[in-house]
């Protein structure tokens, strides 16, 4: 009797198939890319008083990716399959807006609303994780965020 050819084994496992908390996980690393390729382009076009603040957002978002990638890997998750059309979208926007306009502090407004939707990806990985280290070091990176916008943006 022959042997039955079995169909290749998926080597990368379904979303579906991870630890709970790995899609919310993967959904703040896009966040986190997406945020930090529009802060990559408004480095480059920004006014120097507003880089300085472009430059430290895009440091901060820059380290947490790195650690949010090492915790999808522990999940057995491909980081490199993550991300969205909103980086692009982010850097098209600011290249488009510095052709009108300076790219200084007259951008605080679409700076906080970005960094609004990174921190409800947080709150989103925080709540679905059952890991109670990772919730403390995702409490911390959003911790550190926080610290940075109070820094850095005026209060409404």
């Known amino acids: 009797m022959e042997p039955v050819p079995l169909p290749p084994r998926d080597i990368h496992p379904k979303m579906d198939a991870l630890p709970k908390g790995t899609e919310a996980l993967a959904e703040l690393h896009t966040r986190l890319e997406d945020t930090i390729a ?35 890997v522990q999940d ?12 692009a979208v982010n850097r098209g926007l600011v290249e488009v807006r510095s052709w009108f306009d300076d790219i ?10 970005g960094e609004k939707h990174v921190l409800d990806g947080y709150e989103q990985a925080i709540a679905a994780t059952a890991l109670p280290e990772r919730r403390e070091a995702l409490n911390m990176m959003r911790e550190a965020q926080i610290a940075l916008m109070d820094r850095h943006c005026p209060p409404a």
């Open 38 to 72: 529009g802060y990559g382009k408004v480095v480059e076009k920004a006014e120097p008083d507003f880089r300085v603040i472009a430059v430290d957002f895009k440091a901060l978002h820059t380290r947490h990716a790195g650690a949010v990638v090492d915790m999808l």
């Open 76 to 87: 057995g998750h491909n980081p490199a399959e993550d991300g969205s059309i909103f980086g």
């Open 104 to 113: 200084g502090t007259n951008m605080m407004d679409a700076l906080i609303q």
